[in-house]
């Protein structure tokens, strides 16, 4: 899962921000196709998450779960009013060809950078704190209850940072962070006696 939001956010148009609409023009099909998606893998990230904390309890434990909870509600009410308000509001200004295009570039400016749902705004900000905070707390719970190693806190806590800000190559970099602390912890849970291995052999 964590790869295929990967691909999917490769495709995020680019851009300084500064001129929202001409970054847009001939690009609102992939730029609503990714938005869309995001408002897929949002959660599905979340449940990912989630199932790497199976069985790991604690205070570090439940703050990530809860945190998570924060992310998946407010990033994704800001994908829904930033990333798809910022496309349909494209889509229906290149259908009303007796608007110039400064006009245009005025009101999709305007409407993206309000404080309410630019990347700095309530939504965009709680959703991201949350993503962190979950991101953060998961590797404390796994470094103290499950033996994970300092590199997987590590990569963990910056793959919540890159993955808030989720164009390439912030984004994409971010999840490949995940997948790789997610690796070294089962890696290293592998390698892992069983619970009783070493009283069984002592024994022996």
């Given at each position: ?35 869309l998606g995001m408002l897929v893998f949002i ?23 809860i945190a998570l909870v924060f992310f998946v ?132």
């Amino acid at each position: 899962m964590p790869v295929a939001w990967a691909i999917l956010l490769l495709f995020h148009p680019g851009g300084e921000g500064t001129d929202i609409y001409q970054d847009l023009d001939d690009k609102v099909t992939v730029f609503m196709v990714v938005h869309l998606g995001m408002l897929v893998f949002i959660p599905l990230f979340a449940i990912a998450v989630f199932l790497l904390l199976r069985g790991v309890e604690g205070t570090a434990a439940q703050v990530s779960r809860i945190a998570l909870v924060f992310f998946v509600i407010f990033y994704g009410a800001f994908e829904i009013l930033q990333g798809i308000g910022v496309g349909t509001l494209v889509d229906e200004l290149n259908g009303l060809p007796e608007i110039e295009e400064a006009t245009r570039e005025d009101l999709v400016q305007d409407f993206a950078e309000n404080i309410w749902f630019r990347n700095l705004g309530v939504f965009g900000a709680i959703g991201g704190l949350g993503l962190l905070i979950a991101m953060i707390a998961a590797g404390v719970a796994l470094r103290g209850r499950a033996g994970a190693p300092l590199s997987v806190v590590i990569l963990l806590s910056l793959s919540g940072i890159l993955i808030g800000a989720h164009p390439p190559p912030y984004g994409p970099s971010g999840l490949a962070l995940f997948v790789i602390a997610v690796l070294l912890f089962l890696r290293g849970q592998s390698r892992a006696p069983a619970p009783g291995a070493h009283d069984q052999v002592g024994s022996g």
